[in-house]
Nanobody, 119 residues
Framework: QVQLVESGGGLVQAGASLSVSCAASGRTFSIYRMGWFRQAPGKEREVVATIRWSGGSTYYADSVKGRFTISRDSAKNTVYLQMNSLKPEDTAVYYC????????????WGQGTQVTVSS
C-alpha cells in the first residue's frame, strides 16, 4: 500500500552535516505522520524525529534537539532529515517510517540508509 525509498546518508567526519530524504508512494493521501528512526550496532531502534503531515508539528529525541531538523514536502510526499554537528554516536542505520491515519503505529518502513560519523 505504501512504498518508502530513502536516499542520502554516507560517511562524514564529526562536526559535519548530512541529509537524508525519503519519498513515499502509494496510499499517500492517508499519511498521518512520518519519521526517522535509527539503530546502532548492538542497540535497539530509537526514534530520532517525527513530523505530522498536516500542520507540520514535530518531535525530536533529546539527543538530536538543536542539531537535526525534520521537514516535509507534501507535494512530493517526501520527508527530509537535515543533520548538523554530527557526532560519532549518531552513527547508525537510519530508517524512514510512515504512519497512516487510524493506525496506532508506524506500519511502513524504508530499507534503511547508513550514516557513519568518524571522530
Amino acid at each position: 500500500q505504501v512504498q518508502l525509498v530513502e536516499s542520502g546518508g554516507g560517511l562524514v567526519q564529526a562536526g559535519a552535516s548530512l541529509s537524508v530524504s525519503c519519498a513515499a508512494s502509494g496510499r499517500t493521501f492517508s499519511i498521518y505522520r512520518m519519521g526517522w528512526f535509527r539503530q546502532a550496532p548492538g542497540k535497539e531502534r530509537e526514534v530520532v524525529a517525527t513530523i505530522r503531515w498536516s500542520g507540520g508539528s514535530t518531535y525530536y529525541a533529546d539527543s538530536v534537539k538543536g542539531r537535526f531538523t525534520i521537514s516535509r514536502d507534501s507535494a512530493k510526499n517526501t520527508v527530509y532529515l537535515q543533520m548538523n554537528s554530527l557526532k560519532p554516536e549518531d552513527t547508525a542505520v537510519y530508517y524512514c517510517a510512515l504512519r497512516l491515519f487510524g493506525r496506532p503505529d508506524y506500519d511502513y518502513w524504508g530499507q534503511g540508509t547508513q550514516v557513519t560519523v568518524s571522530s
